[in-house]
């Protein structure tokens, strides 16, 4: 077998969640003596040691700040930045690297556009959300409402968990300012139908801007293709360290915005008397960036698409096929969004028990899921709901890991239900 073929045979072979949990040390680890299965990745996911040797190769090789260094560490790492953000760009196949703002994560993405877009917003505009935002992705435009005079407009969400298309089409009337929707529900999983609602706001003359943060792991992402004018990511839900993400803003809005921060590196020239700024994306970088979360991040994206986002996507895909029909056994239990399409995201409520004590009891058993309202209370009031417990997965999960899941329910239903 020539080297090529060998190596395309090992690029097809199928993944296993086996061979990969190799990569991530922290699976290895034990809570409560029993093994660890960790079942909340839709909060923060693992790192791999691909990630963590990146992090530690740039402490001891490179680091020094970046962008004005006149020394060798200084170039290195200002290199190995800007090639994160090469990563970026082509993690979202956006048109250029300059569209790619380094930011703390999802929620600071989303507040530099709610806070840059005031001189565009007054008493007669209008901002549409839907009813499954995470409140990253509510509050800011709220602020921007109290700043500016704007009101928000919510589409609502079916009973199934999906959005109202119908209603969504409706309420998108020229001379929206902004639409603001989730890629993906982080409460329930749900996929929303984003090139619909670019395509429907393109035709109107409205700005789009997606919550990518429960997608830009999961779901492979064509950004020029969307048509979106922002999209907004964190990297510790895609096994890069928190801190770091991004936004994608197309490049006219990048010259059009006023900065969001002042200080150094966003700046051409300071005077008592006045301020150049830098061009984009430096100009929304103001201060030291965190350097090494963004290498960290590059080094995630490389390992994902080392093994091909579509194949990990796919393990997933099998997680929630299968988890879903193993809960749906369990008596008194009901999932909160059967919507299709869905990401490995599973909220559901039992007869009986309260979401935190049935996280209670599986934490005990050492398997680690999330309870509450998941920073979507509007949603859960959609539902009537005070809160849920959700099982999230990653391609790392595996099935004898949905069966500790469900056995730890049979536990907490003795106990309480
Ligand atoms: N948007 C969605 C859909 C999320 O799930 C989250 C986090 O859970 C956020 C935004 C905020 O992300 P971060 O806390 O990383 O800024």
């Known amino acids: 077998m020539s080297r090529v073929t060998a190596q395309l045979a090992e690029v097809q072979a199928p993944l296993s969640a086996e061979s990969l949990r190799a990569d991530f040390p922290s699976l290895a680890t034990r809570v409560h003596d029993k093994p660890l299965a960790y079942l909340d990745n839709a909060a923060s996911t693992q790192r791999p040691q691909a990630v963590m040797d990146a992090l530690t190769e740039y402490e001891v090789e490179m680091h020094a700040n970046v962008h004005r260094g006149v020394h060798a560490r200084s170039d290195k790492a200002t290199a190995a930045f800007e090639g994160a953000r090469e990563r970026a760009r082509a993690w979202l ?7 790619l703002v380094f930011t703390r994560g999802a929620t600071e993405s989303i507040n530099l556009v709610a806070r840059c877009l005031d001189h565009r917003m007054d008493s007669g505009s209008e901002i549409l959300l839907t ?7 509510i509050v800011p435009w709220q602020q921007l409402c109290q700043r500016t005079g704007a009101r928000l407009k919510v589409a609502p969400v079916l009973d199934s968990g999906a959005l109202d298309l119908d209603a969504f089409r409706g309420l998108v009337t020229p001379g929206l300012g902004l639409i ?20 429907m706001a393109r035709q109107a003359g409205v700005p789009v801007l997606i919550d990518g943060a429960q997608a830009a792991g999961h779901v492979p992402l064509d950004v020029q293709e969307l048509g979106c004018d922002f999209y907004a990511f964190s990297g510790h839900k895609m096994y ?25 590196e966003m700046i051409l020239e300071v005077r008592f008397d006045g301020t150049t700024y830098n061009t984009p994306p430096h100009k929304f970088e103001a201060g030291t960036p965190n350097i090494a979360g963004a290498i960290a991040l590059g080094a995630a994206m490389d390992y994902l698409a080392g093994h091909g986002l579509a194949r990990l996507a796919a393990l997933e895909h099998e997680l929630l096929e299968y988890a879903t029909g193993r809960l749906l056994d369990v008596p008194g239990l009901r999932i909160i969004g059967t919507a299709s399409p869905k990401s490995a995201v599973i909220s559901f409520v039992i007869d009986g028990i309260h979401p935190h004590d049935l996280g209670t009891v599986l934490d005990h058993e050492g398997v680690a899921i999330r309870a509450g309202h998941h920073c979507a209370m509007p949603l859960m009031d959609r539902f009537g709901l005070p809160g849920t417990a959700r099982a999230s997965f990653a391609f790392y999960n595996t099935l ?18």
Request: proline share 6%; aromatic share 6%.
């Open 180 to 199: 603001a929707v989730t890629h993906v529900s982080n409460a329930m999983g749900v996929i929303n139908p984003v090139d619909d609602i670019c395509r």
């Open 131 to 137: 009813g499954m935002e995470h409140h990253s992705n």
């Open 240 to 264: 890069a360290p928190t801190g770091i993400g991004a936004l994608y803003a197309r490049a006219p809005w990048l010259d059009d915005l006023p900065p969001f921060l002042g200080g150094g």
């Open 400 to 417: 004898e890991e949905v069966d500790r899941l469900v056995s730890g329910i049979g536990t907490a239903r003795k106990l309480f239900a």
């Open 93 to 99: 196949n956006a048109a250029s690297g300059d569209e």
